[in-house]
């Protein structure tokens, strides 16, 4: 049975850490109810509204909330089959399992509050280099206040958004890149995709009040503008943001 090129998962933390929580409130049903609003409403979205669908999400959760995490999935409907909340303890067989059978695994970091372009799976699977490259990075996106909807470019030299690559045959042996951080993986060999790839989402009111003076040279006026990059990111029918703008304030 010959072996396909790669196969792409994306690992995405949903409760299972965080960097500022020094309280475990993540833990909590108020913290995942919000969470999982977040999670559906956009992550999940641009996962769905992806062009390629040729890869898998596993979305973690910390094992002994899985009751909590399980009862805030009812509110919303069934997850497509390729985008899977797990428990964290299954994480590595799930890694495993998913690229065994290609020469690579591409692993894409995403945080359960963010989005990818539509065409970024896409844009993964036309990248031929995969021998001589250990990290795709993306160093442009937008950031989108979804409180006041509003959108900006930014551009970060080493950000949160990359695709590491793995030979299958060295992931299954255990051998992992030795990282500091993603401030650290622009010292890795790379190749830097020239698109506009993620969208971060503030939701945090604290952080929403200085978006102005963070974003103010990159900030999209035109609303056509805004909404066609939204559009590209999560779908049609933005409708439901505005809504839940005011509930995500609540959340930090």
Same mark, same amino acid.
């Not at 839940?244 to 930090?252: D, H, R, V, Y």
């Given at each position: 049975m010959s072996l396909k090129e790669k196969n792409? $998962?994306?690992d995405i933390a949903f409760n299972n850490w965080a960097l500022n929580d020094t309280e475990n409130q993540r833990w909590t049903k108020e913290w995942i109810e919000r969470r999982m609003e977040i999670f559906m409403s956009f992550t999940a979205k641009s996962l769905e509204n992806q062009t390629n669908q040729d890869f898998t999400a596993l979305v973690q959760y910390d094992d002994h909330t899985e009751h909590l995490v399980k009862k805030a999935m009812r509110k919303y409907k069934r997850l /497509?089959? !390729?985008i899977k909340m797990i428990p964290h303890s299954e994480l590595k067989m799930q890694f495993e399992n998913h690229v065994r059978d290609a020469k690579f695994g591409y692993f894409v970091r995403l945080d359960s509050d963010d989005l990818y372009h539509e065409s970024f799976?896409?844009? %993964?699977? #036309?990248? +031929? #280099?995969?021998? !001589?490259?250990? $990290? $795709? *990075?993306?160093?442009?996106?937008y950031v989108y206040d979804a409180i006041q909807d509003r959108l900006a470019t930014v551009s970060f030299k080493s950000p949160p958004f990359y695709t590491l690559i793995y030979k299958t045959e060295d992931f299954l042996n255990g051998f992992r890149y030795e990282m500091k951080g993603h401030?650290? *993986? *622009?010292? &890795? /060999?790379?190749?830097?995709?020239?698109?506009? !790839?993620?969208?971060? *989402? $503030?939701?945090? +009111?604290?952080t929403s009040t200085t978006f102005k003076e963070k974003y103010e040279k990159g900030m999209i006026h035109d609303t056509s503008e805004k909404n066609r990059v939204l559009?590209?990111?999560l779908g049609e029918g933005r409708d439901r943001l505005n809504v %839940?703008?005011?509930? &995500?304030?609540? %959340?930090?």
């Open positions: 792409i $998962v994306v /497509p089959s !390729n799976i896409q844009q %993964l699977h #036309d990248f +031929q #280099d995969s021998e !001589n490259i250990n $990290v $795709v *990075i993306n160093q442009k996106g401030r650290s *993986i *622009i010292e &890795m /060999p790379h190749h830097i995709l020239t698109n506009r !790839n993620y969208t971060i *989402i $503030v939701h945090a +009111q604290n559009n590209e990111f %839940l703008g005011k509930l &995500m304030n609540k %959340l930090t």
